[in-house]
């Protein structure tokens, strides 16, 4: 491997409280939608949470991964909510809306992170028992989320460029 | 949808040689290993190509994602050669191996795209009959791959920031 060998430096809390918040929030402006967050904990084992998952990459002063990951039955029915209508799981408008969820989680999460720092468009991965991991040099830390329509999970795996 | 609506703009052909350039050298110089390309095409629906996917995404003057997918057994031997020793599918190793080697290639391409992008970390998705989307305002172009160890796909799904 040619990567910086820092084997899972621990997340600084002051990088995930704005994730948090920007769950919260978004789920409430964008799909009317009241949602908790429970306390995060470190990922034991890189794996997908769930079934329906939308990653961003972060770069600049912020590097890393964070994804947002539901249930099947969660995703429709939060993605109904927010997109006003009920679309088809295998529809290109399904994983837009769930690309467009983490995105505006991650979006609005940097603004309050310090730093530049830029995300990518989103990727959104439907399965089954699939596994996501990031590489193993930073911790990753699960965001458990509740809603009236099931539990999701915000996976947090970024560091803060150090100087 | 809060995205601006753009649907589909062709990929500049000029986003793909670089990409197509980069795959041959890294799995020489970095795994020993002679691969060929094949002809670009669009992808006609989102849907991972294989079973082992590393993803990296674009932010700045290059906005979009990248992905290198492979079948399990391509990935187990690419990744025998790359590292020097067998990795279990299920390690955290074999996941970093793909995760470095789609780094490798999009880090390599990023080169000659010209203008500022920076990339994501890597994520990888290993599991079966999952299917990746991206944001569908931008194409999806399949590089198809051949190595002897079984064939791979580069997935580019990028664009240049118009000013």
């Known amino acids: ?25 978004v789920f409430k402006t964008m799909a009317g939608v009241e949602t908790t967050v429970q306390k995060p904990f470190i990922k034991p084992h890189p794996g997908a ?11 600049g002063d912020i590097t890393g991964t964070v994804s947002v990951s539901f249930s099947d039955s969660a995703a429709q029915k939060l993605v109904e909510a ?20 983490a995105n505006m989680i991650a979006g609005s999460a940097k603004q309050h992170l ?18 996501i991991s990031n590489m193993t040099n930073s911790q990753c830390l699960v965001i458990p989320c509740g809603s009236p329509f099931g539990e999701f999970a915000v996976e947090v795996s970024i560091k803060q460029k150090t100087v």
Request: glycine share 10%; with cysteine; net charge negative.
């Open 1 to 25: 491997m040619t990567q910086t060998q820092t084997p899972n430096p621990v997340i600084n809390p002051k990088l995930i409280v704005p994730f948090m918040n920007a769950v919260r929030q």
């Open 49 to 59: 949470s769930y079934d329906v998952c939308g990653i961003i990459g972060f770069s």
């Open 82 to 101: 927010f997109a006003g209508a009920p679309l088809d799981r295998s529809s290109p408008d399904f994983a837009d809306a769930i690309g467009e969820l």
């Open 114 to 131: 310090g730093g530049l720092a830029s995300i990518s468009v989103p990727s959104v991965v439907i399965g089954k028992g699939y596994t």
